[in-house]
C-alpha cells in the first residue's frame, strides 16, 4: 500500500480548489510505503537499531516490524543479510509474517531526510510523522484480525 503525500502549492495556477475546502495541486510527492512478506523490500538495508519492538534499517527511515520468531537477519561476508528463510512457507499464504513500513522520496529530500534537514510541515516531514507516530504493531494485529475473518 502507499499514501502520497502530494504538495499543496495555492499560488500555482494549476491548484485546484475543491467544494469540500480542498486543494489540489499536480505533480509528485513523498510516498509512504508499506508492505508484507517481501524481503526484497529490505533489500540491501543494513540495521541501524530497535525502537518500539521494530528493526530500524537504514537509507531514509524502515521499520521492519516482525510477525515470526525467525531472525531478520544473519551474518554474511561480515554483515548482516536478510535471512533467506525468513518466510516459513508452511504458513499460509495470508499470513502477515512481518512487515515493513517506509518513507520514500526523491533523491535531494532523501539527502535531507538523512541528514534531519527536513520541513516538519512539508510533505516528506508530515509522512515521517504519521512513520513515527503510528502504533505499527497494532496495525499488524489489526490487519490479521481482519484476515482472519
Given amino acids: 500500500m ?3 503525500a502530494y504538495p499543496i502549492s495555492l499560488g500555482d495556477p494549476q491548484t485546484k480548489r ?6 489540489h495541486t499536480p505533480g509528485e510527492g513523498p510516498v ?3 508492505t508484507v512478506n517481501n524481503p526484497e523490500e529490505i533489500g540491501t538495508r ?3 537499531g530497535h525502537w518500539n519492538g521494530m528493526t530500524v534499517l537504514r537509507y531514509g527511515y524502515m521499520f521492519v516490524i516482525p510477525n515470526t520468531e525467525r531472525p531478520l537477519f544473519i551474518e ?4 548482516k543479510a536478510v535471512n533467506p528463510d525468513l518466510l516459513d512457507d508452511t504458513r499460509p499464504r495470508s499470513d502477515i509474517q512481518f512487515m515493513t513500513v517506509y518513507v520514500g522520496t526523491s533523491g535531494p ?3 535531507n531526510l538523512t541528514h534531519k534537514r527536513v520541513d516538519p510541515v512539508g510533505p516528506a516531514g508530515r509522512l515521517i510523522g504519521v ?3 503510528l502504533d505499527w504493531r497494532a496495525m499488524l494485529r489489526e490487519a490479521e484480525a481482519v484476515n482472519e475473518q
Fill in 32 to 34: 509512504l510505503k508499506i
Fill in 2 to 4: 502507499s499514501l502520497i
Fill in 131 to 133: 512513520l513515527w507516530n
Fill in 109 to 111: 529530500t532523501m539527502s
Fill in 76 to 79: 554474511a561476508d561480515g554483515m
Fill in 46 to 48: 543494513q540495521p541501524s
Fill in 18 to 23: 475543491h467544494p469540500d475546502g480542498g486543494s
